[in-house]
């Protein structure tokens, strides 16, 4: 049974490009949600995936957008890149529901490298 | 203000050397509080969830505890295997479902 799977593993962008991620949640999974983790640092909530919809939103800025798609799987795309959106960008998903807090399953991530 | 502080931010053990790592939290009326593992270049792995204060659960040389206020993960006798980033999170009061991550503490065991 695979698990997440989040594509490409590595990327390496030039400042002011356009990036996209892609992840296809855990198999009896509906609900995506993507984290920023910076060198360091824990991952920082950017934005959840429901029924094709984005349900909640962490501090993050408009560049920052998704999509999710009939099958589930999910795109996170970054506008305008900076130096600072260096960081593994991770895909969790779950099941919708009452519990749903406590059964996220995270992949591997994608590492972005702004240059 | 950060809501989840993890402390030490490193740790360096040597094997079999027992050693505990603690996590505080600022939020009243927690909704659950997670424990994760995440080994260099992967995603966070589900450990534990605690609930409420006084509740522990155990899986292999880990223990995880909670209070009021904090939460401790004790390491019993390491093992270099066990090196990795430990990562609390917490789930806050309301109706929020995503929880809120610490900075982690990473743990290296040296043989």
């Known amino acids: 049974d695979a698990g997440v799977t989040q594509s490409p593993t590595h990327l390496i962008k030039t400042r002011g490009q356009q990036v996209t991620l892609r992840c296809s949640p855990k198999s009896g999974h509906d609900t995506v949600s993507w984290y920023q983790q910076a060198l360091g640092q824990g991952p920082q909530f950017i934005f959840q995936y429901y029924e094709e919809e984005e349900r909640q939103r962490g501090n993050f800025p408009d560049r920052f957008s998704g999509h999710q798609f009939p099958n589930y799987s999910s795109e996170l795309n970054v506008n305008a890149l900076l130096l600072g959106d260096s960081a593994l960008y991770l895909c969790?998903?779950?099941?919708?529901?009452?519990?749903?807090?406590?059964?996220?399953?995270f992949g591997s991530g994608t590492r972005l490298t702004v240059v | 203000e950060d809501q989840v502080t993890q402390s030490p931010e490193a740790l360096r053990l040597q094997e079999g050397e027992s050693s505990s790592l603690n996590c505080s939290y600022t939020v009243s009326g927690l909704r659950g509080l997670f424990w994760y593992r995440q080994d260099p270049g992967k995603g966070p792995e589900f450990l534990f969830t605690l609930y409420s204060a006084g509740e522990e659960k155990e899986k292999e040389r880990l223990k995880a505890t909670l209070t009021k206020k904090e939460s401790f993960l004790h390491i019993t006798a390491p093992k270099p295997e066990d090196s990795a980033t430990y990562l609390c999170a917490v789930l806050p009061p309301g109706g929020s479902y995503i929880p809120t991550f610490g900075r982690g503490t990473s743990l290296i065991v040296h043989p």
């Open positions: 969790a998903s779950a099941q919708w529901g009452p519990e749903i807090a406590y059964g996220y399953t």
